[in-house]
């Protein structure tokens, strides 16, 4: 690309107000032709509305706009670039009409962009190939997963070949496996077809698959740049220390954010360089354990950074940097800063001697026990004979791809819909015929769930124990915990639809838990919610897990979360195929596939390509890295090097990574998928 050439978008002081609310405060970018350009942050960070300013829908307040080359400072001018650029908004297949096939809908899009016949068949036939479509093409939008809708929404916006794609969160409330086949797709798209795409999401970990990014708070920017120089000029270090507990709760105390498991604490230092770092850390040990600790430093990720940026935003004018920096290590292995104030907790413990105690259970450690659970619709089984059980003070993970059968599990257990066969047990009431037990000793938190804006805080508790049938004085009492629990002390009066995304998140979940349930079910409940609230709310749930009792059963597509969970059961075309630990599923994928390698090398797809064809098939890109299972490391490492070096290629540097919930939930669910083949086609 020349030198001089314009930028397919620049964006010069951009700012967009609805009314009282300020949606994008003075941001600039720019992203250069064939570039993959990320916008990161949480729900309400201005995202949608930058993307909506540059796809021409949405106007601009202050600042200009250029995209491909023209001013957008009109809807005439808007007209005019419209033709050349492809917008698929947010939301699972939004852009799609669900009573029309797969292919009808690419039709569609096709006629309204008049794309030629000509031109239609052999693109529409690459794009259904490149996406694994082909099979479905009669298939209506409505009957496909939440993955298959976003691809075929990918397919729709790129029909008519544009020059820019501009999506927005098209990876949100996607499994890891779709959504580790969307990066893959658009990253050939924008090698082969040198397409520019400016791509928003809330998940971080998908931050490093940018080629340049900003992350976006509250409408401001926080930083901008390529992914490894934004870490690697943060001023900051992960420091990984082993040390005898005393000295992790001390290192906690000094340091900023940090977390901890196993006699390992990991701690987010503000140091300039490694030995920066370790000086300050062996001071804070104390003198009895400088010399027993063991310690390891490394960058920080794009999450550190993030969470560092936002509570810098949180600290009070004139705090010193450690008051500014991340939080530090929790009661329950969470985040300092993460857990409620000590006035907070004293205020919950106030509601609880109030009269409002401990949710009580039947004594059984079972808090939810299904058997063989099945479900039918007409000729589809959604379950098939799903056991898994849930003991009180568990955090239980429910995971699975989109269309496994999770949803459909969670409405037998809670009574909404009744199983074609099996049994279960919720909070000692039998499933079949308790549907009204159950719902008053359990609580049920949806994605979507229906908190009243126009209400204040204090107004949608007050509302919520009513509809639970809470006397004056419960609901008042409850209302207090509540409020403690969630940290929401100064927001009582305000209404709910001017929260941050984390506070409406912690307000949901009080309003849940008024009536002590239980058991509690949460579907993808921090879906959209930045780092710093995801790890309160994360907080928050092991405190009602350890302190109260309380079960939980979770979904979540966040595979970090996962990590969290105390057991989780993976869910495959309905049935239950793992139930397990964290460590033990990890563990066991290690000893069947062995070491996890991550392969650095450039260009990457190329790479991939060179490694497959070398013998690696299951090799896969992760970002701009490739990910490499085998047993033997140094082996493999040096029959790497030699494929990409007889492929022309740099050599590569390789380095060897803890598994993570991701890779085992990918490598799992990809042989289910590859073993059920056979049997689909016979």
């Not at 951009?14 to 609310?21: A, E, P």
């Not at 580790?180 to 798209?189: G, N, P, T, V, Y």
């Not at 000295?247 to 030995?275: E, I």
Request: some cysteine; overall charge neutral; charged content about 20%.
């Amino acid at each position: 690309m020349s030198a001089n050439a314009a930028p397919v978008v620049a964006l010069a002081g951009i700012g967009k107000r609805y009314r009282r609310t300020v949606a994008v405060a003075e941001v600039s970018l720019t992203v250069e032709r064939g570039q993959l350009y990320g916008l990161i942050g949480a729900d309400g960070a201005g995202k949608s509305s930058l993307m909506k300013t540059v796809a021409g829908v949405l106007a601009h307040d202050r600042g200009t706009v250029d995209v491909l080359g023209v001013r957008i400072d009109s809807e005439r001018a808007a007209e005019r670039v419209k033709g050349r650029l492809g917008f698929m908004p947010q939301g699972l297949g939004l852009n799609l009409y669900p009573e029309l096939s797969v292919e009808e809908n690419i039709d569609f899009f096709a006629r309204l962009r008049q794309v030629p016949a000509a031109e239609l068949a052999p693109r529409k036939e690459q794009l259904l190939a490149m996406t694994r479509l082909a099979a479905f093409r009669t298939r209506a939008a409505k009957n496909l997963s939440g993955g298959m809708k976003q691809k075929l929404g990918l397919v729709c916006t790129l029909i008519h070949a544009p020059e820019l794609i501009v999506l927005d969160e098209p990876t949100t409330g996607v499994d890891p496996v779709s959504r580790r086949d969307f990066w893959a797709i658009l990253a050939q798209l924008i090698d082969s077809q040198r397409l520019t795409a400016l791509v928003s999401t809330a998940y971080l970990d998908e931050a490093s698959r940018f080629d340049r990014l900003a992350l976006l708070h509250a409408g401001r920017l926080l930083a901008e740049g390529e992914p490894t120089a934004l870490v690697a000029t943060a001023g900051l270090r992960v420091v990984q220390v082993q040390a005898a507990p005393a000295a992790l709760v001390r290192l906690a105390a000094h340091f900023g954010q940090s977390s901890h498991a196993a006699g390992t604490a990991r701690l987010v230092v503000a140091a300039a360089d490694d030995d920066s770092a370790a000086r300050a850390v062996r001071a804070a040990l104390g003198a009895d354990d400088r010399g027993a600790a063991s310690i390891a430093i490394g960058l920080p990720d794009l999450e550190d950074l993030f969470v560092a940026r936002l509570l810098a935003l949180e600290a009070p004018a004139g705090a010193p940097p450690a008051a500014a920096g991340p939080a530090g290590l929790g009661r329950h292995g969470g985040y300092r800063g993460a857990a409620p104030s000590d006035a907070a907790l004293a205020a919950a413990a106030a509601g609880e001697q109030a009269g409002v105690a401990p949710p009580e259970h039947d004594g059984g450690p079972q808090a939810i026990d299904a058997q063989e659970l099945t479900r039918d619709f007409g000729a589809f089984r959604a379950v098939d004979g799903a056991s898994f059980a849930v003991r009180y003070g568990e955090i239980f993970g429910l995971l699975g791809a989109n269309g496994a059968g999770k949803t459909t599990a969670i409405k037998m257990l809670t009574g909404i819909l009744p199983p074609s066969a099996g049994v279960g047990r919720v909070a000692g009431a039998d499933m079949r015929h308790a549907g009204q037990a159950i719902k008053e000793r359990i609580g049920y938190m949806s994605q979507a769930f229906s908190l009243y804006t126009d209400l204040t805080v204090i107004e949608n508790l007050l509302l919520f124990a009513g509809v639970y049938g809470l006397t004056r004085e419960q609901a008042r009492n409850r209302a207090q915990w509540a409020v403690a629990l969630g940290d929401l002390q100064g927001h009582e009066h305000e209404p709910a639809g001017r929260l941050p995304m984390g506070l409406r998140q912690r307000l949901a979940l009080g309003c849940a838990l008024l009536h002590r349930p239980r058991v509690l079910f949460l579907d993808e409940p921090t879906s959209g919610v930045d780092p710093i609230g995801r790890r309160r709310f994360w907080d928050t749930l092991r405190r009602l897990a350890r302190e109260q009792g309380v079960a939980i059963l979770l979904t979540t597509h966040y595979m970090a979360e996962a990590d969290l969970c105390d057991r989780i059961a993976l869910m495959f075309a309905g049935r239950v195929v793992a139930d397990a630990t964290p460590a033990q599923l990890k563990a066991e994928l290690a000893a069947e596939r062995g070491q996890l390698l991550e392969v650095s090398a450039e260009p990457p797809l190329a790479a991939l390509a060179a490694l497959r064809a070398g013998g690696f098939a299951e090799a896969v890109l992760h970002g701009r890295r490739l990910h490499v299972l085998a047993h033997d490391a140094a082996a493999a490492g040096a029959r790497i090097g030699a494929l990409l070096a007889a492929a022309g290629l740099a050599a590569p540097r390789i380095a060897t990574q803890a598994l993570t919930m991701e890779d085992v939930f990918i490598h799992r669910v990809l042989a289910l998928e590859a073993a059920a083949r056979p049997r689909a086609a016979a």
